[in-house]
């Protein structure tokens, strides 16, 4: 496992809050020699963090490991056209930084978090120097395009095909976040390959205190990105009524993104109670706020891609022991029924939604304790950080 080099491509790494960060730095602890291809940090905002420029080249470090980092369009976040180029950018540039330093490593490893563009790069290295290319796919294409509202046509939909079955037939390993991607990519491959499950871990480090005190003394919370697909106007429209039936009842909604004035907007013109936006904070207070609430909640938009998707903020909920409210379809239903650590609610149907927080309410709590206790039994089952490194380890040096 020494002096074995790995490039690891992705568009988002340290100073910005992904698992990644944690896997190259157990890599390096390993003995291993790391080097990262990535952005310049932007993420969520879509513009340069403080302490950082924006240039076609930069070289920086984390934990001793070089990370070479490329530029971003600033305002990403709020425009397609933008973050189309900002995907055509990346890899433009990543991939003359590649062919520059691809030939001195062993291994590839592409941390797809977005757009499967991103894997290009790494495929580049793996034609023009025959190095080893593993895809760790945390987010699936093309039905991923679609949910954030791009139509479908003949000519998109066959230069979607022709970029997924051109990147998954070049790797040697497929790894994939959620179980239910598999059977979508196996379409893809011109050639039977095994594809690997290794779900993700959490990146919030729970401190076992509570610090923090959230507004009501009853507390559902949402945290993450606040975005169109997190469909929080369903989850808003439907805790109207909860002030009225249950005064101390708040929605606590920690994080930013694209719809957040939109949501605020809506709370005004619908006279909604107790509803409180923090924005974004700090990931060193996250723990605290899952320490402060009662319920924590996970929403989604109903669209099919969601039903076989597990995000990442399941995994962290499930390390604060509080029941899980998922306002969504599929699996993390599944998994919540399975291990009777929540309730779940049609995305779509506030009626259904009303209803969950009204079961929350009325539950007595040691019922509500119970289920938050029987969380751990999944974490440690399928989420556990070090176990899953050492998964995506094995399968990355082929033992």
Not at 93 to 113: C, E, H, M, N, P
Not at 132 to 141: A, F, H, N, P, V
Not at 312 to 330: C, D, H, W
Not at 381 to 397: A, G, M, P, Q
Request: hydrophobic letters at 40%; glycine letters at 6%; aromatic letters at 14%.
């Amino acid at each position: 496992m020494k002096n074995k080099r790995i490039l690891i491509i992705g568009e988002a790494f340290f100073p910005e809050d992904f698992i990644i960060n944690d896997l190259a730095k157990a890599w390096k602890e390993k003995g291993m020699e790391v080097e990262v291809l990535t952005r310049t940090p932007s993420y969520p905002f879509g513009k340069t963090f403080q302490g950082y420029k924006n240039r076609i080249y930069q070289k920086t470090f984390f934990k001793d490991i070089p990370i070479h980092r490329v530029p971003i369009i600033p305002g990403y976040q709020n425009s397609k056209i933008i973050k189309i180029l900002n995907y055509c950018t990346f890899v433009f540039f990543a991939s003359i930084v590649g062919v520059l330093i691809g030939r001195r490593f062993d291994k590839v490893f592409v941390y797809q978090t977005g757009p499967l563009t991103v894997a290009l790069p790494g495929t580049l290295i793996k034609i023009l120097f025959g190095k080893e290319l593993t895809i760790w796919t945390q987010d699936l294409w093309p039905e991923t395009v679609y949910a954030y509202g791009f139509k479908k046509n003949p000519i998109l939909d066959r230069f979607l095909f022709v970029l997924v079955s051109f990147v998954y037939n070049r790797s040697q390993n497929i790894v994939v976040s959620c179980q239910g991607f598999s059977g979508r990519i196996s379409s893809y491959l011109t050639s039977q390959k095994e594809i690997f499950w290794i779900p993700n871990w959490s990146i919030i480090n729970d401190t076992g205190q509570k610090k923090k005190t959230l507004p009501g003394k009853f507390n559902f919370t949402f945290a993450g990105n606040v975005g169109k697909v997190q469909n929080l106007e369903n989850v808003i429209l439907a805790f109207k009524n909860m002030p009225e039936k249950f005064p101390d009842a708040w929605l606590n909604i920690v994080g930013d993104g694209s719809v957040l004035k939109d949501l605020k907007a809506l709370v005004l013109s619908e006279g909604i109670q107790n509803v409180h936006f923090t924005g974004r904070r700090p990931l060193s207070e996250m723990s605290d706020f899952f320490r402060a609430s009662d319920v924590l909640l996970i929403s989604l938009i109903d669209t099919p891609i969601y039903e076989i998707m597990i995000p990442s903020k399941f995994q962290t909920y499930l390390n604060y022991e509080r029941p899980i409210f998922a306002v969504m379809k599929g699996e993390v239903p599944n998994m919540i029924s399975k291990y009777k650590i929540g309730i779940s609610s049609h995305p779509s149907d506030i009626g259904e939604i009303e209803k969950g927080f009204l079961d929350f309410l009325k539950m007595e709590n040691n019922e509500r304790l119970q289920m938050g206790s029987l969380s751990k039994n999944l974490l440690n089952h399928s989420f556990n950080k070090e176990k899953n490194i050492e998964s995506i380890t094995r399968v990355l040096l082929g033992n």
